[in-house]
């Protein structure tokens, strides 16, 4: 699975005052750890970049480029400042454009970028007509939309990432399962295939900082199971990384890892959450089948869900 590091965006105040003030060593130093962790594209989100915030991509790109060889994925709602990073980089076909939508004019105007610069692209199966559909269907319908354009365009499937869009599991459960169906139903409705992705932080949003990397993991391994190519992650949690290397390899490294390997392929195989076993004397075991249970929707979400 291919991994796009989150950890360079301006919802971070210091990262934002960095980048205000043109701090290249604050920048450099958070690029090159996500690197040293083995991100394949580094996330630049600098939001929809208006007024003075006009040419922060490209000095972000040449900043990063100009000491280090990584793929840039150039997030923001500014088609301008997204070609500006397109233009510094010096192979543009390997980054990534994030994003395009269903909204017609969004959906022309980064989706061109993509076919000139043969650039990765991350689609989001939403617009501003329907919002986040609640279902599958509708989240595929949206995507059919946009392969359309992009077939029109000659992008190739392979380069298009779609985005079922996760919504956090504190505000509405029964979003968890339809977000996984959907990358299920993305997986198997095009010829030749797309790949997928996800926003792994949204699953937690909102919910206490100390049970948050314990439900991204749970949410991850689930969402591997359902096809999974890549998600947009905290590059700095290591046991998320160690994880994920743990599902890819089908190896455990300790005991409660054996759990996780068996909810992965539960998942793969259509499973029910009452087919898991999991030792239940084992505290980290018991927390991974409590969180499977609140995202497969069995059991009723709280702060507090993993205490009892």
């Not at 934002?16 to 690197?35: C, G, P």
Request: with cysteine; glycine share 4%.
């Amino acid at each position: 699975m291919k991994l796009i590091g989150e950890n360079i965006h301006i919802i971070s105040k210091k990262t934002k005052t960095a980048i205000e003030n043109r701090d290249s060593a604050y920048v450099l130093d958070m690029a090159k750890k996500q690197a040293e962790a083995g991100i394949d594209w580094i996330d630049l989100n600098i939001g929809p970049a208006r007024k003075a915030w006009a040419g922060t991509m490209q000095w972000l790109t040449s900043t990063i480029m100009n000491e280090m060889n990584v793929n840039l994925s150039f997030d923001t709602t500014n088609a301008l400042e997204m070609e500006a990073g397109l233009k510094a980089h010096p192979n543009p076909e390997n980054c990534l454009l994030n994003s395009a939508s269903g909204d017609p004019e969004r959906l022309e105007s980064v989706t061109k970028l993509a076919a000139e610069y043969n650039t990765n692209l991350i689609a989001l199966t939403l617009s501003n007509e329907t919002g986040i559909p609640k279902d599958p269907d509708g989240r595929i319908e949206i995507a059919s939309i946009i392969l359309e354009r992009t077939m029109e365009l000659g992008i190739d499937n392979s380069k298009i990432f779609l985005d079922p869009l996760v919504l956090p599991v504190n505000v509405d459960q029964s979003q968890v399962m339809a977000a996984l169906d959907s990358i299920r139903v993305f997986k198997e409705s095009f010829d030749p295939p797309v790949m997928t992705t996800i926003g792994l932080s949204n699953i937690s949003n909102g919910s206490p900082k100390e049970i948050r990397p314990l439900i991204n993991r749970v949410f991850c391994v689930m969402a591997m199971g359902c096809g999974l190519d890549s998600a947009i992650v905290d590059a700095f949690d290591s046991e998320l990384l160690r994880v994920i290397k743990v599902i890819k390899n089908q190896t455990p490294e300790k005991d409660s890892d054996n759990s996780l390997i068996s909810l992965h392929a539960l998942m793969r195989e259509f499973g029910e959450l009452e087919d898991l076993s999991y030792n239940k004397d084992n505290p980290e075991e018991t927390e991974i089948f409590k969180t499977a249970e609140i995202l497969f929707n069995k059991n009723i979400y709280a702060h507090n869900y993993a205490e009892y």
